[in-house]
């Protein structure tokens, strides 16, 4: 007892000082001092999709956390942390044999209090059922098959996506082709597609052809080619497709297979003979150049990269992207930007940066991110619809630099399902209540 008396007694001084230390502490202080959110950051480290998509998602997660932790970012992110909570990231190789494993490792071993990211559509369709078995917050970034909400998970509560789907990304191309490109739709009788073998594939292909089908009459299929994925060599597909002379091909190639259907298309005369329409291709424009045959339709999955709109967000977010990597940011920078701006915009609409308060506030919510505005409109609020971009291709001999002219751009409203359809119910009624105006 005497020892207690003498340590509450001499302490009195000490504690006043460190409650007026306290008092006068700066948030960041403040901040650094209280537990962390920890968050799981998965996307490509190795292999062939890494360069073009993994790590520019990567770099955009740790440039986005970063400035968020030092409360660095323009308005309205220009607080610091989760709600005043600093973020800890731990990044993940999705370039990996067992993603359901590596997901339950995240959750289960690193204690994860939340995980952003994945860029295949393969490994969505994996995780999505485990997310809800496991109860972590899941917000992911890319892989776009609609599949997610409206087949494997139909009731979400901790999974979501901050990232349109694939209806966006083909609806949009479909239009492009039969409004803005007068010379094609002219003669156009006939389509063909090269798309990778799982789902991603298989949706983009489907939703392109059938709104082709739907915004033109009489149009026909006349090739379809589905390589495995991360294949690597077309010489066969190329040659079928040469030999079905579509008028217009469509492919949702990306990374390292986009790279090589140009280069190898190209080399064919693939591009010289049909009207090329590339949905998920900025990211070759740098890393290609003159490679990539001029005319050829580009798409960004979004309003992202050289389409993303100006604004103080973008306009950072460029900038501070080149400063740290010298690289412009391609689209999966940009989703993986969003995805991690969704967390904090719901964190600090709450005014706690908790898995409990993220989930229950980025449902239905509505923010900006460095593209434009994410909308989480479909799947009860757990499905992101955000705007989109095409273009068609055109190598600046004089700077040296891939560039697109003939720039359509097309709000979320026109170009996304509503929330009563599914994508294949929506496309095949005609589009019905879409706002193109």
């Known amino acids: 007892m005497t020892k207690v008396s003498h340590l509450g007694t001499a302490s009195r001084p000490l504690a006043s000082t460190l409650a007026l230390a306290l008092a006068l502490a700066p948030t960041t202080l403040l901040a650094q001092d209280a537990p962390a959110f920890k968050l799981g950051v998965v996307s490509f480290l190795s292999g062939g999709a890494s360069g073009p998509f993994g790590v520019p998602s990567r770099n955009a997660a740790e440039l986005i956390v970063d400035a968020i932790n030092k409360g660095t970012l323009p308005a309205p992110y220009d607080t610091i942390g989760f709600a005043g909570t600093l973020v800890e990231p731990l990044f993940a190789d999705e370039a990996s044999k067992n993603v359901v494993a590596d997901y339950q490792k995240l959750v289960q071993k690193d204690e994860v209090d939340g995980i952003v990211g994945y860029n295949s559509s393969g490994s969505c369709v994996a995780i999505a059922p485990e997310v809800e078995k496991l109860e972590t917050l899941t917000v992911l970034s890319a892989c776009g098959t609609s599949q997610i909400f409206e087949e494997i998970v139909t009731e979400p509560k901790y999974l979501f996506r901050a990232a349109s789907h694939a209806t966006m990304d083909n609806v949009a191309a479909a239009r492009y082709v039969v409004e803005h490109t007068p010379e094609v739709v002219e003669k156009l009788s006939d ?247």
């Open 191 to 437: 389509i063909a597609g090269i798309n990778q073998n799982y789902s991603w594939g298989f949706d983009s292909w489907r939703d392109f052809s059938a709104s082709i089908q739907v915004l033109k009459e009489d149009v026909e299929i006349a090739n379809e080619q589905f390589p495995k994925i991360f294949a690597g060599q077309y010489g066969a597909e190329i040659s079928a497709l040469l030999t079905a002379r579509a008028d217009v091909v469509h492919s949702s190639f990306w990374g390292g297979d986009l790279e090589a259907l140009v280069i190898q298309g190209a080399g064919r005369g693939l591009f010289g003979r049909t009207q090329m329409v590339l949905t998920s291709s900025d990211t070759a424009i740098h890393r290609l150049g003159r490679q990539i045959p001029d005319g050829t339709i580009i798409g960004a999955r979004g309003s992202y990269s050289i389409y993303a709109p100006q604004s103080e967000l973008n306009d950072w977010f460029r900038q501070a992207y080149y400063d740290r990597y010298g690289v412009y940011p391609v689209h999966p920078a940009y989703q993986m930007a969003n995805a991690v701006l969704g967390m904090k915009a719901a964190a600090d609409k709450a005014g706690v940066g908790t898995e409990e308060a993220i989930i229950a506030n980025l449902k239905g919510l509505s923010y900006e991110g460095p593209g434009g505005i994410v909308d989480m409109a479909l799947a009860d609020g757990h499905q992101a619809i955000t705007g989109s971009a095409y273009g068609t291709y055109k190598f600046d001999t004089e700077t040296g630099l891939g560039t697109v002219e003939n720039i359509v751009t097309y709000k979320a409203e026109c170009i996304n399902p509503p929330a009563d359809l599914t994508s294949q119910e929506w496309i095949k009624g005609g589009f019905v209540g879409a706002d193109c105006e």
